[in-house]
């Protein structure tokens, strides 16, 4: 089969599908009693602050940029490392069929208040536990896995070996 008809095939089984591409971050921060994470409440699922990449913008910026649009937020040091992908897709009754893909980052904020913005319905500050069991999708979860083996590998380099 030649290569032209092979890629209109493979359009073609994507067309109508309309693609997104957001960005957010896994958002914690570090108390004396334990590490939290941030949750939103967005009415039918909790899930981590994201949204859509502006056009020119980098995944990062929006990832920033909607951190402070949804929370108000605005301090947060990135977790060198960490920057993880997800794909997934679902119809929306305004803009039908869509694939979306979302760029997360870990970060890390001394920040505890949250300005939520009227996107939300609440926010929750959960140690890693309470989290894995508020957010409402697996791959949510497996992407607060990912972070939390990612923090402890980070601190377990920088501890100093008995003897060493």
Known sequence: MARGAAATRRQGRHRGIRREHSAGFLLFRDLPQGRVYLLLDYGNHWDYPKGHLEAGET???????????????????????YEEKIEYQFVSGVKGRIHKQVTYFLGRTRTAQVNLSDEHSGYAWLPFEQAMAQLTYHNAQALLAKAQEHLLKMSENRTPKPGG
């Open 59 to 81: 995944a990062w910026v929006a990832a920033v940029r909607e951190l402070r649009e949804e929370t108000g937020i605005r301090q947060v040091d990135r977790v060198p490392g």
